[in-house]
């Protein structure tokens, strides 16, 4: 499947978004926070990017060193996005969880590795999962 714009929401709807990408690739973390969220990520371009509910339906959250901002819904409290500065990631990002894509599956999409955990970046991605342990 090539870009194409793609809708998705959390749990209950009250945050719905928009975005441009390939959902046969996508991307997983091993960071404390993707780890504990469970999150399948694809990074686009803010451009590629809307957010189709007002900012009121949000809650954010974000840890030290400051990377990104998420986002969650505020009712349900699933987390839906992040947006970044990274510059091993090209500057401004926005980090969308696949899961809240509409008729997303995990098992049609080709999976690559992040080593969040040990701020690694630069290592980029890699196509098995990086331990957790150091």
Request: contains cysteine; aromatic residues 4%; neutral net charge.
């Given at each position: 499947?090539?870009?194409?714009?793609?809708?998705?929401?959390?749990?209950?709807?009250?945050?719905?978004?928009?975005?441009?990408?390939?959902?046969?690739?996508?991307?997983?973390?091993?960071?404390?926070?993707?780890?504990?969220?469970?999150?399948?990520?694809?990074?686009?371009?803010?451009?590629?990017?809307?957010?189709?509910?007002?900012?009121?339906?949000?809650?954010?959250?974000?840890?030290?060193?400051?990377?990104?901002?998420?986002?969650?819904?505020?009712?349900?409290?699933?987390?839906?996005f992040s947006k970044g500065r990274l510059a091993e990631l090209g500057g401004d990002f926005v980090s969308v969880n696949l899961n809240c894509i509409d008729g997303f599956d995990v098992t049609r999409t080709e999976l690559s590795f992040w080593d969040g955990r040990h701020d690694n970046w630069n290592a980029g991605p890699r196509p098995t999962p990086w331990p957790i342990a150091s």
């Open positions: 499947m090539s870009d194409t714009r793609h809708h998705g929401s959390c749990l209950c709807g009250d945050v719905e978004l928009e975005v441009e990408l390939d959902l046969t690739k996508g991307s997983r973390c091993n960071c404390t926070v993707c780890t504990k969220l469970g999150v399948t990520g694809s990074i686009v371009k803010p451009a590629a990017f809307t957010l189709l509910s007002p900012e009121s339906t949000l809650s954010s959250h974000t840890r030290t060193p400051e990377i990104g901002h998420r986002y969650f819904c505020a009712r349900c409290h699933v987390f839906c």
